[in-house]
């Protein structure tokens, strides 16, 4: 799960989708990273963090790291959260850049409407309740999606 800052929209997808993963018992794992390198090692905001503890999530020991080019070779599947990630993704990856493991989240939820997680980062709580909920229905997809196959993304 990418972002740019790894600290308002990506640890809250790490979150619910860690939660999605127990509820189902599944043996995925899952990690979020951020692409600008400004929060490297902070705690989420504290409104990620406000909004996530009021739905049952707590995202407190999570910490922003950057993402890096080998996250192509241990992940399966790189969740962008908006268009912008994914163009610094491809700049960050470089030769490890893969586009077959590269999704835009939303696109999970509207197939082709290559539709971005907002990001809340100027703006009040409210915002922060509409990231989570998309991110949420995206992470639903995703399980319904996948959950029977023993690789994410394979059959
Ligand atoms: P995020 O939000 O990408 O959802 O973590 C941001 C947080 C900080 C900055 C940009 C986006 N920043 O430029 O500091």
Redesign the pocket.
Known sequence: MV?????????LAEGIMEYKIARQGLSWQVDSA???G??VGEAP?RL?QKVATARGIDISRQR?RNFCPEDFDRFDRIYA??ED?IDEIKWIAGKKFNPAKVFLLMNEVYPGKDMD?P???YGPEPGYHK?FDMIDTACDRIVEKYSKSRVPGGE
Do not use: E
């Open positions: 972002c740019l800052g790894n600290i308002c929209r990506s640890p951020g692409t600008n400004y929060h905001h990620s922003a959260m908006a990630v997680v990001d809340p980062w990231v």
